[in-house]
């Protein structure tokens, strides 16, 4: 029952047109609709290790994770420069842990870099909840206790060329608890890739 639930709100609110905000000539172009899909691999690593000690990266092996994400702008910001948008993301964990997880991040998305004319180039951070369809055994083994239910945040960046409607996504994908909002300890930080698509 929660799941037919978060489909309809999730579907509600995809429907949703985007809140208008007034033309300026120095706005990024405003994107509608995108599909993301990516896959990579788990880490036994914090997720600050990604940012001071990228070579330490310790991966999982037997880790693979690939995701499907639809997401939508609900709003804009900063004269067209920040869209506040909603993403609903379907996960298929397979190897050392088999199961689905399903998150639902609200992400506010920044548009407006000075090299977009020759890279077209997004920042993107998004939290939100995330539900497991099986208890996650790699995040008992890499955290040494995990949960179910736990809090979602990702960092992404997005580069493409200003012509196209495709862009290359590199993603920090991070499950927690919240500073102890959803238990003591749990989680796992992986990096995924993909591609992305303006629609």
Do not use: C
């Not at 996650?136 to 493409?160: C, M, N, Q, Y």
């Not at 409607?165 to 930080?189: C, K």
Request: aromatic letters at 10%.
């Amino acid at each position: 029952m929660r799941i037919h639930a978060g489909a309809v709100a999730l579907s509600a609110l995809l429907s949703m047109p985007p809140m208008a905000m007034p033309a300026r000539a120095d706005e990024a172009p405003r994107a509608g609709m995108a599909w993301t899909l990516l896959a990579g691999q788990s880490t036994r690593n914090q997720w600050e290790d990604f940012f001071t000690a990228p070579r330490s990266l310790d991966f999982v092996n037997d880790s693979r994770l690939y995701v499907g994400a639809l997401s939508k702008p609900v709003a804009w910001l900063q004269g067209g420069r920040m869209s506040v948008e909603l993403e609903g993301q379907l996960v298929r964990h397979a190897g050392a842990q088999r199961h689905w997880e399903a998150n639902l991040p609200v992400v506010a998305r920044w548009h407006a870099f000075p090299w977009n004319a020759d890279l077209r180039t997004t920042a993107a951070f998004g939290v939100g909840p995330s539900w497991s369809s099986r208890h996650p055994v790699l995040e008992d083994e890499v955290k040494g206790e995990s949960h179910r239910w736990l809090a979602h945040w990702f960092f992404e960046i997005t580069l493409g060329a200003p012509e196209r409607d495709w862009d290359v996504s590199i993603r920090l994908h991070h499950r927690s608890t919240a500073f102890g909002l959803f238990g003591e300890e749990g989680g796992l930080n992986s990096l995924v890739l993909g591609l992305r698509r303006s629609f």
